[in-house]
């Protein structure tokens, strides 16, 4: 395992390069020795670093949950990631595509929590009894490492690759639908690029939230009451660029919108 002077170098690093917008090398390669609970301690120590900042942290993401996503990444495993509020635009935002980097587009349910939940022992159950509501959203990708040969070692270290999120559309409470056959239609500039069901997260998007709530218990860590909590993607990325827009169609859940200049 990596010592604390350089975890904390590298949560450094990866700061400097979301400010600057710029990418950093692999870290598995310079790191080889580098494991799963190494990268967690990078991102929890850029975390702590953003709250000391001044950041508001709102929530987490989670990662990798879907074939398609980790036929697209080459992952094999689900990670997670955190969420603050200067990352959450409303519906229809106009968004500057060079806060970013690597930038790519995920169709997401996001859960908005009532309750606390903390593991280890977490259920579906326990996440749809504590769920207030759930709403559309967009996620947007944003790679502060090199892309080509990552691992998940390397994603979960860059945040989950978090860069943001767009959530819009109805918002509807457990028991209004079912969200395994929540579907979408994602277009970009007026044409259909990617669909997909929710059921393609873990066979129950709320699996996914279960699994982050048990895997932070790990870390000492728990799930607490208002958070939102994007579950995972049901379709492939897509690439964005500037003067791009993008929307998602959720049938009766309504749209999610967002354009990047």
Wanted: one cysteine or more; proline letters at 4%; charged letters at 25%.
């Amino acid at each position: 395992m990596l010592d604390d002077a350089t975890i904390t170098t590298i949560a450094d690093e990866l700061a400097h390069a979301e400010a600057e917008r710029t990418t950093v090398p692999l870290l598995t390669a310079r790191y080889p020795g580098m494991t799963v609970e190494d990268s967690y301690a990078v991102q929890n120590t850029w975390r702590r670093r953003g709250i000391e900042s001044g950041r508001r942290p709102v929530g987490r993401k989670i990662g990798l949950t879907s074939k398609v996503m980790q036929a697209a990444t080459g992952i094999t495993e689900p990670d997670y990631g955190a969420i603050f509020a200067d990352m959450v635009f409303d519906n229809g935002s106009v968004i500057e595509h060079s806060r970013f980097s690597n930038v790519r587009i995920e169709v997401e349910l996001a859960f908005v929590l009532r309750d606390g939940l903390k593991g280890p022992d977490v259920t579906v159950f326990d996440v749809l009894r504590a769920t207030e509501y759930v709403v559309p959203a967009l996620e947007i990708l944003s790679s502060r490492i090199e892309m080509t040969g990552r691992t998940v070692v390397d994603t979960i270290s860059d945040n989950a690759a978090m860069g943001g999120m767009v959530y819009g559309g109805n918002p509807v409470a457990i028991g209004e639908t079912d969200l395994r056959w929540v579907s979408a239609l994602l277009y970009r500039n007026e044409a259909i690029e990617e669909s997909g069901v929710a059921a393609a997260v873990l066979n129950h998007p709320a699996t996914g939230v279960a699994w982050l709530a048990n895997k932070l218990a790990q870390h000492d860590d728990a799930l607490e009451p208002g958070e939102i909590i994007l579950a995972g993607s049901f379709t492939r990325p897509i690439w964005v660029e500037p003067g791009d827009t993008v929307l998602a169609d959720y049938r009766e859940l309504g749209t999610v919108s967002c354009r990047f200049v």
